[in-house]
């Protein structure tokens, strides 16, 4: 099994329709669209309808995949959704998409590396097909953001969106996935995460007036922990891969930040014109930022089959990742 060359099929993503403006957040908190694009890359993002779950939009993004892989689901066996905004704490939002589409039958779960999750997916999906015991896998990033924002924190408010991207995974007719490197460091995890609803602080009538449901964020550490991590993973991605950085067509960072993947393109050397920016139109979307940005170059032509990209991501955790892949 070890010559299995394993890889990406198709991608498909789905944002919601509502569109969130500056201007709009200059109503509902003390902010201007002047520090939001300066301090951020942010003019809008996407605000999913309070009827639609995570699940839906991952629904919309796997059919796109799945149609242009031209895959039946009935021919899934794996299903991952790397989400920190599932449906319900179970069953998983895996569980709940594999009904949707009918993918009756295939391994299901979730998995939470926060804004690193769909790589962290990615990677799993790799390992599962190429030793032979997985055949053809669906990763989504899928987020609602919205419901965990406080919306009267101007710090964390004005920074994210929602949406979900998707990919097949599966057998390619030469090497796809080229290189990875995860990591994580649990000693971080209090700058940026969410207190209230699980086992440690219950929901309770105390938590919500507490507003623990929202996300908290010391936003200057996280930035430049992000900076040095994701530098360093895209560097050793790019080293297993036996490459050289302008080797590389484009490099697809986790969009939290213009600023973040600015500083990362100067310190790996790569000119920031060969990072792909969906920022300033979807916000963060955590673990579907990725994805979606992934997509939106293949479906508009900007990256064709046979580009090397580098996936490189920074999230809660903290944890943190990079993959080398060929399209
Ligand atoms: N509008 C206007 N002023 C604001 C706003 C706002 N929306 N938000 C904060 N400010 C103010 C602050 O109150 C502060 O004012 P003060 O100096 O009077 O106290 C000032 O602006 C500067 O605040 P900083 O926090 O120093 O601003 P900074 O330049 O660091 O930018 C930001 C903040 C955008 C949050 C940045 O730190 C950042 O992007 N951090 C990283 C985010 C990230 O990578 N997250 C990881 C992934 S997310 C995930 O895993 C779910």
Not at 78 to 90: E, G, Q, S
Request: with cysteine; glycine share 10%; aromatic share 6%.
């Amino acid at each position: 099994m070890a010559d299995r060359h394993v890889g990406i099929r198709a991608t498909g993503s789905y944002l919601p329709e509502r569109v969130l403006s500056n201007a709009d957040l200059e109503r509902m908190v003390d902010t201007t669209d002047q520090w939001i694009v300066e301090r951020t890359g942010i003019r809008t993002r996407r605000i999913a309808r309070d009827d639609e779950a995570t699940s839906d939009m991952a629904a919309e993004a796997s059919r796109r995949a799945l149609g242009r892989a031209g895959l039946d689901p009935k021919d899934l066996d794996l299903l991952v959704v790397a989400t920190v905004t599932p449906d319900m704490p179970f069953p998983s939002t895996a569980c709940v998409l594999q009904e949707r589409l009918g993918a009756f039958g295939a391994a299901c779960f979730d998995l939470n590396a926060a804004c690193s999750g769909w790589l962290y997916s990615l990677d799993m999906a790799w390992g599962a097909i190429a030793g032979g015991r997985y055949r053809n896998a669906l990763v989504v990033g899928a987020e609602k953001l919205s419901a965990i924002t406080d919306w009267e924190d101007r710090n964390t408010c004005v920074l994210f969106g929602d949406g979900a991207g998707a990919a097949v995974v599966g057998e390619t007719p030469r090497p796809g996935f080229i290189s990875s490197c995860l990591g994580a460091d649990g000693r971080w995890g209090r700058l940026l995460y969410l207190p209230g609803g699980g086992s440690r602080h219950p929901a309770s009538h105390a938590t919500v007036d507490g507003r623990m449901h929202y996300m908290k964020m010391e936003g200057k550490e996280v930035f430049k922990q992000a900076v040095a991590a994701m530098s360093s993973a895209a560097e050793e991605a790019i080293r297993r891969a036996g490459m050289r950085a302008d080797e590389i067509a484009c490099f697809i960072p986790h969009q939290a930040n213009v600023r973040i993947m600015k500083a990362v393109a100067k310190r790996i050397g790569v000119p920031f014109d060969r990072f792909l920016v969906t920022i300033d139109h979807c916000g963060n979307i955590s673990a579907a930022s990725i994805p979606i940005a992934l997509d939106e170059a293949v479906s508009d032509g900007r990256l064709k089959e046979g580009d090397a990209v580098v996936l490189v991501a920074f999230g809660g955790g903290f944890t943190w990742g990079a993959m080398a892949v060929r399209l």
